[in-house]
């Protein structure tokens, strides 16, 4: 069983940048991605990667301001996320899923992690 936890949420300002780590026990997946949940909203996928072809994804709020990649050696998948905005604020999740279709979508994935928060103000 893929077991992820999640580290490098913190409180930022407006523009700043973070880099969220996800150490994963194992990287024999289809794909992996990050997710995000704000107080009061519903989870939505953020970015994600799949393990064949290394294709990436991004939700259209974050392109080009996030990037999503992964260290094989280290079992880890990365979010670096430049120019943030006081709407980045949420709970940041570690997904993945043996399974290669709809890496946006939350029920495409059966592991999660336990979550780091993210604050950004303005």
């Known amino acids: 069983q893929v077991q992820l936890v999640e580290s490098g949420g913190d409180s930022v300002q407006a523009g700043g940048s973070l880099r969220l780590s996800c150490a994963a026990s194992?990287?024999?997946?289809?794909?992996m991605a990050w997710f995000r949940q704000a107080t009061g909203k519903e989870r939505e996928g953020v970015a994600a990667?799949?393990?064949?072809?290394?294709?990436?994804y991004y939700a259209g709020s974050v392109q080009g301001r996030f990037t999503v990649s992964r260290d094989n050696a280290n079992n880890t998948l990365y979010l670096q996320m430049n120019n943030l905005k006081p709407e980045d604020t949420a709970m940041y999740y570690c997904?993945?899923?043996?399974?290669?279709?709809?890496?946006?979508?939350?029920?495409?994935?059966?592991?999660w992690g336990q979550g780091t928060q993210v604050t950004v103000s303005s």
């Open positions: 997904a993945a899923s043996f399974v290669a279709f709809s890496p946006l979508r939350a029920s495409a994935y059966g592991t």
């Open positions: 194992s990287l024999t997946y289809a794909k």
């Open positions: 990667i799949v393990t064949a072809g290394g294709n990436t």
